[in-house]
């Protein structure tokens, strides 16, 4: 009923339109026959309210000509129309409007009208079975009581037949198909009806945030009392076991690792033996099964698995202080294991809450990484041993070792039990820390033997590796100065000129053959994960050269790598193709990173250079950041066996945003804060470690604290627990 009054006012509406519009145009004659076909309107607007009345009043007039005359007329605009079924509905009620009508002038004792409708109507009544014993009517004395007639006397008939007439023509015309004007109207009210919900859904969108932005105000008030506290408790205990340690006459220094045997002899550090948590789990050294479990088990299994699920870390992660040992080094946080830098206006961006060593390798450390989830990290050592742990309690999950060194690793996006490896014998697995099992292995091409590099994608099954041919094989040599891509920009048409430092060092290393006039050839391969197939091999340009390190975009559409050559190069994942690339180093690349809004990439490389560059200007530099001498290869200052030739884990990890930066050190790492204008401030100092720090990684999107590890030369790994300060 709603919908026919709302058509019907439309229609109201609609003829005053028509005729504001003729009058606008001029069309004064159309106008006036405008005018006077309204007044003679049969439809009567189309109104279920005027079209029941009139009939009503045609029976009550015992006016039977216009009666008549109406019901054909809205029998041929109208009920042609019909189904069968709905023609039967409306046959029957001009039945029952015909009774009705004898009924009225019966009861006003017209039997004149009575006599005239019969003389009217009965060839075309005579031979319709229902009307038979309706020409007895005008015979009839007290047709009221007489049981063919009682019925249609009676006010509840007349009731249920005048709603029967309503119900009939409004589900008519609502079935009618409109034309274009009034469905335009009806447009215009549905559009309203949205407007409507749109400003009730706004103020409910407004009032949420309201509600939100209070919660995080009182949420950020208690993170800010809780830092207080655990910073002046921490200070108070430090404090008191320095007065202590006075009292009875031994005072703490700096502890020093104890050397122990190792396989490799190191010339300016001690390498230390494992120390094992007594709640340390076995090491376990597992072989590859017979026949491998596909993928896809894997995930489900990973995904049904209570014991595995999506967990984050946060205080309840940290050490509780009914069992934290606040007097113990590897516990509290004081001067000689991390320092902080306050700014200009005497503040300090982070609090120190804890450090904890993880000390279960025994080899120089080349991988440390948080799962995707942060519930676990895989740390890797030259001896190719490979460990996943947790960072909260430090107690090692399952433990394995390559036959091979271990050059690569990543975690599959989304789990945080299936991490990627790869060795220097050109094969590639999948681990399962949780069953301390291999799913399965496959090899690289026969002519790039090394696995240097491997990244997953953030958003599907695909995974990319980078291989390269063994030392010593050659390729035709070309020049850098070549660019390539639509978008690609023109190359730099002189050379930085290296400092004296960079010069010797590379002299040095030319000579004992870890760095070569022309670099060794290489390629990248995009595989799946679930059907263990490569799907293409991407095509490097102008020569096949090593990858060293790659990394994914949010929706891996854009994969960026950094060569041995010193290029960058940005090629879309889907096109496998290279879009364009630039020389962003005088020598290898040994770090490229997306920024948190993915407009620009970091790299660093062994020129010593940390640099930002744009992808929107296709490698046009940013700024290059002024950070400290030997950030790339912390350990240049030394030499022995332990030492490493190549990076191979993130020398560089940034926190959300892009805000601050953690960096690898001699002896230590150091946090910088990045400014807009692109300058570094030293913000922290991460100390402790008997030898330089080989890799880093920061734990992301906390708000309120934050997780970072490094790794050093001195098989120790380090988590330091910070707090925001807000």
């Known amino acids: 009923n709603r919908s026919v009054s709302n058509m019907a006012a439309a229609i109201g509406a609609l003829d005053e339109t028509i005729k504001e519009y003729l009058l606008y145009r001029g069309f004064t004659l159309t106008l006036k026959n405008f005018e006077q076909e309204k007044k003679d309107d049969k439809d009567k607007g189309l109104r279920v309210n005027r079209i029941v009345d009139h009939l009503l009043q045609c029976v009550y007039r015992s006016d039977f000509a216009s009666l008549q005359g109406f019901w054909i007329h809205l029998n041929k605009r109208f009920f042609s129309r019909l189904t069968s079924d709905s023609l039967n509905t409306a046959y029957r009620l001009e039945t029952n409007i015909l009774r009705l009508f004898l009924v009225h002038a019966s009861k006003q004792g017209r039997q004149d009208e009575i006599k005239a409708f019969y003389e009217k109507m009965s060839d075309a009544l005579h031979d319709r079975k229902e009307w038979k014993d309706w020409f007895a009517l005008p015979f009839t004395k007290n047709p009221d009581q007489h049981s063919t007639f009682k019925m249609y006397y009676s006010k509840e008939w007349m009731d249920a037949f005048i709603v029967t007439l309503h119900n009939f023509f409004s589900t008519l015309f609502t079935c009618l198909p409109l034309p274009a004007l009034l469905n335009f109207e009806a447009e215009h009210q549905k559009m309203q009806a949205l407007a409507t919900e749109n400003h009730h859904l706004h103020n409910q969108l407004a009032a949420t945030k309201q509600a939100l932005a209070e919660a995080e105000s009182t949420v950020q008030k208690l993170e800010a009392k809780l830092a207080n506290q655990m910073a002046l408790q921490a200070t108070a205990t430090a404090a008191a076991s320095k007065r202590r340690a006075v009292a009875t ?80 080094p590897a516990s509290v946080v004081d001067e000689g294991c991390v320092k902080t830098h306050t700014d200009t206006d005497g503040n300090t961006p982070f609090l120190p809450v804890s450090q904890e060593s993880y000390r279960s390798h025994s080899a120089p450390i080349t991988h440390c990484k948080f799962s995707p989830n942060a519930t676990q990290v895989a740390s890797a050592d030259t001896d190719g041993v490979l460990r996943i742990w947790e960072p909260s309690s430090l107690v090692t999950s399952a433990t394995i070792e390559l036959k091979s060194s271990l050059l690569s690793l990543d975690w599959v996006s989304q789990l945080d039990s ?55 094989t050659s390729q035709q040599s070309s020049s850098h100065k070549l660019t390539f891509g639509l978008t690609s920009p023109s190359l730099p048409s002189h050379r930085a000129v290296p400092s004296q430092n960079q010069t010797s060092e590379m002299q040095m290393l030319r000579r004992s053959g870890e760095v070569g006039e022309t670099p060794v050839p290489g390629g990248v391969f995009l595989w799946d994960l679930k059907t263990q197939k490569q799907k293409c091999s991407l095509p490097l340009l102008p020569h096949p050269v090593g990858i060293n390190c790659m990394a994914f975009n949010h929706n891996s559409n854009l994969l960026v790598t950094g060569g041995a050559d010193g290029m960058i190069r940005m090629f879309d994942v889907f096109q496998e193709e290279c879009l364009f690339g630039w020389m962003g180093h005088e020598w290898e690349v040994y770090n490229v990173q997306f920024s948190s809004d993915e407009t620009s990439v970091y790299s660093m490389g062994m020129d010593g250079k940390f640099s930002q560059w744009s992808v929107m200007k296709s490698g046009e530099k940013v700024t290059e950041f002024d950070v400290h001498e030997d950030a790339c290869r912390p350990w240049s200052q ?32 150091i946090v910088y804060q990045v400014s807009s204008e692109g300058s570094l401030t030293k913000t922290l100092s991460i100390t402790g470690h008997n030898g330089p720090v080989s890799c880093v990684d920061w734990l992301q999107g906390r708000r309120s604290y934050s997780t970072c590890i490094t790794g050093s030369l001195d098989c120790c790994i380090r988590v330091t627990n910070l707090l925001k300060n807000s």
């Not at 002899?265 to 094992?276: G, M």
């Open 249 to 328: 006459g031994k005072v703490s220094k700096p502890s020093k690792l104890v050397p122990g045997p190792t396989k490799k002899k190191a010339s300016s550090f001690s390498v230390a033996s494992p120390i094992k948590s007594s709640d340390e789990k076995a090491d376990q050294t597992p072989t590859p099964s017979a026949t491998a479990t596909p993928l896809k088990e894997a995930i489900d299994e990973q995904t049904q698995s209570p014991t595995h699920s999506k967990r984050q870390l946060h205080f309840s992660d940290l050490p509780e202080e009914s069992n934290l040992d606040l007097a113990s």
């Open 418 to 472: 299936l991490v990627l490896v790869g060795s220097g014998g050109g094969v590639i697995k999948l681990f399962d820390s949780s069953s301390s099992k291999f799913h399965w292995e496959i090899a690289s091409d026969p002519k790039y033997p090394k696995i240097l590099s491997i990244a997953c994608s953030p958003s599907s099954s695909t995974f990319a590796f980078s291989a390269v041919a063994s030392p010593g």
């Open 638 to 669: 030394g030499s022995g066996p332990y030492y490493p030739s190549t990076p191979r884990g993130n020398l560089f990890a940034f926190e959300s945003e892009d805000k601050f930066v953690l960096t690898c050190a001699p002896q230590q790492a």
